[in-house]
């Protein structure tokens, strides 16, 4: 199945693949660190009844899913009422190890898997050190195989190592377990990756349930086996199905599924300012969007095809396409549904508001399709005031090598505006790179003939630190501000490049998503001139431009006035006094490639900057009782 597309699928490993730039795997996922923040740690809930009556089958690919069943033992119907878009459906899962997910799997048989990997729930390592052993686990809802059930229960699903996540190597392994009436679990089945760094089709398994555990409270689960100190050593399942009257060969279903999400609606970006989009849509909205979907049956479907669009919260309408289009689905094979695109009419509720959300419904309707749930795909588009070119998720981390290295992204205006927030996704790979330097710019040109290094800067704040998964989405945010911490947003008319100078050869390690390729807007300098970008995927930097609001609602605490403490005079030649009286504290001063020169007690509120040559530097005071940091930059003449 899907064998000449799949060929066609190409991901990145953990390599350094050029001199200069560079991906690595990540160590933690910051969508499920994040939603530690959101909802506590009261994910586990109890459950929703005692017993799940067959058939069991989930395949991930809609959290709202109900169980509706008219057995004696079972006579209820039971709806999610708690629904999570990264947590496996609670009403047939007792545990939340597993991460649901669209992004890691490659040609799914529906879209949608549960991703076990070497991180915990809140997608933290399970040991920050170099370790093996179990990881994630994911175990079912105890099931009613009492009866006159006898030697037809069989248990199915499709399993993938890797995927666009990190191959397992030896000895990782994925491992299925079933509880006998004793309570005790009992592995029947487990599998290692044999083909290395190799993209694999998914493969389906068909497990025999005994006689012996035909009882009620019955449960499997799946474990891995792996590196628990990161973002390592993936396994994606899909498409568990337990049920009666089954038999070895019953491996085909008659389910034609989405495995995808739709291409961006956008021509240029994954997300752009509604103000820069609204009086610009012909030139900004793509020609058509696609979507993959598969017939996972060993004969011909007929499959038709549509679409809806609305305003997601007046659920106005704003287009459909109209009669549903009919295709003769080739049997276990894919197909690309092309769907036009629209422009948003300014009738439309919001048109004249400074954000708007359109929401897609893309609907297929297969012959006598056995599984309806993964028909309907809703996505939204919304139009805040950031462009991205990423779509949230980070898959690897980017990186540049050397002291020196810049980083330039490139995005265009189409009235001018004013940047005010850059918002970056700094990504755990090697641990904290809060204590390194960068300056985050803002050009107004660079050299994109890669002849030189010529540029043009508007923007440029110094000694900025990475940080780390602070706010939503994992996205840290950088306002534009003036020496003393007060905003400066920058006027951008046009082209403009925003990005970085490392000030360090350690790698900073930004977010790197794989599905979407900006690489034509990427530019780096590592070498006396600027060149394109050679890794096809998106780095995850958000400019915010125009709009009165923040989408992120932390900022860096390096803008914080607190945070600041004057000094005098600056520039300084000999002795530099700081204006904030401190009675027992420590000072280091740094210079611009982040190497401490000085480091003493600070005595009399003044400091030594005599043997300093000239140029640029950051004063870091902390009081020693209170442990409060206050940092000031100066300048030597």
């Known amino acids: 199945m899907h064998s000449i597309l799949f060929t066609m699928v190409f991901i990145f490993c953990v390599t350094k693949l050029f001199a200069q730039e560079t991906l690595l795997n990540l160590k933690y996922n910051s969508a499920l660190f994040n939603e ?24 991930f690919s809609n959290t709202s899913v109900f169980l509706d069943s008219v057995d004696a033992i079972c006579n209820d119907t039971v709806y999610n009422g708690n629904i999570s878009s990264v947590y496996p459906n609670h009403l047939f899962w007792v545990d939340s190890g597993a991460y649901i997910n669209r992004t890691y799997p490659i040609l799914p048989p529906t879209y949608g898997v549960a991703t076990l990997d070497g991180l915990n729930k809140f997608g933290k390592p399970y040991n920050d050190e170099d370790d093996y052993g179990i990881a994630d686990t994911l175990t079912s809802k105890p099931v009613f195989l009492g009866g006159s059930l006898i030697d037809t229960v069989y248990l199915s699903f499709y399993y993938q190592p890797g995927g666009f996540g990190e191959f397992p190597e030896e000895p990782d392994s994925l491992i299925l377990q079933f509880k006998d009436a004793g309570e005790n679990w009992n592995t029947v089945w487990s599998a290692t990756n044999t083909q290395g760094d190799v993209n694999q089709e998914f493969k389906i398994k068909m497990i025999a349930v005994a006689d012996s555990l035909l009882f009620d409270g019955f449960q499997f689960r799946f474990r891995n086996y792996a590196s628990i100190f990161g973002n390592n050593d993936h396994w994606n399942i899909d498409y568990v199905f337990l049920d009666d009257n089954r038999s070895y060969d019953d491996t085909i279903f008659r389910d034609v599924s989405f495995i995808s999400d ?34 996972n049956y060993n004969d011909t479907v007929n499959t038709s095809y549509s679409y809806e669009a609305f305003e997601k919260y007046s659920s106005e309408a704003i287009a459909t396409s109209g009669l549903p289009v009919s295709i003769n689905f080739d049997p276990a094979s894919t197909f690309t549904i092309v769907f036009p695109t629209f422009t948003i009419p300014s009738t439309i509720s919001g048109y004249d508001e400074d954000s708007l959300t359109t929401t897609f419904k893309y609907i297929i309707n297969p012959a006598s399709d056995i599984k309806r749930i993964n028909d ?13 070119y990423d779509d949230g998720t980070a898959e690897k981390a980017y990186a540049l090598e050397g002291v020196g290295a810049k980083l330039a992204m490139h995005y265009k205006t189409n009235v001018p505006d004013t940047i005010k927030e850059i918002y970056i996704h700094w990504a755990f790979v090697d641990g904290n790179k809060s204590n390194l330097f960068f300056s985050l710019i803002v050009w107004e040109d660079i050299d994109t003939t890669l002849l030189s290094a010529d540029e043009s800067i508007l923007y440029q704040a110094d000694f900025l630190t990475p940080k780390y998964v602070d706010s939503v989405n994992g996205f840290y945010v950088y306002r534009l501000t003036d020496f003393l911490g007060n905003p400066t947003p920058v006027v951008v008319d046009g082209d403009f490049y925003v990005g970085w100078l490392q000030t360090q050869s350690d790698f900073l390690n930004v977010g790197f998503d794989v599905h979407n390729d900006a690489s034509s807007n990427v530019y780096y300098n590592v070498s006396g001139i600027w060149q394109q970008s050679v890794l096809p995927g998106a780095i995850m930097i958000r400019p915010q431009v125009g709009g009165n609001y923040s ?13 600041y403490i004057n000094v005098f005079p600056n520039p300084v030649q000999n002795k530099l006094t700081v204006e904030k009286n401190i009675s027992n504290a420590r000072y280091q001063i740094i210079d611009y490639s982040g190497r401490i020169l000085q480091e003493e007690l600070l005595q009399n509120n003044s400091v030594n900057t005599a043997n300093l040559i000239s140029g640029f530097y950051i004063l870091k005071i902390q009081d020693i009782q209170s442990g409060k940091v206050y940092f000031s930059k100066f300048i030597k003449q």
């Not at 740690?41 to 799940?52: A, K, Q, S, Y």
């Not at 989408?551 to 945070?563: D, K, L």
């Open 36 to 59: 530690e923040k959101k909802i506590g740690d009261f994910r586990d809930i109890g459950l929703t009844r005692d017993t799940l009556c067959l058939p069991f089958f989930d395949d």
């Open 262 to 295: 739709p291409t961006s609606f956008l021509k240029n970006y994954q997300q752009m300012p509604w103000n820069q989009f609204k009086d610009f849509q012909a030139e900004e909205i793509n020609d058509e969007v696609s979507i993959q979907i598969v017939n």
């Open 551 to 563: 989408v992120y609602e932390e900022i860096s605490e390096q803008h914080s006035e607190s945070s």
């Open 376 to 388: 309907t795909l809703y996505y939204d588009k919304a139009f805040y005031n950031y462009y991205a």
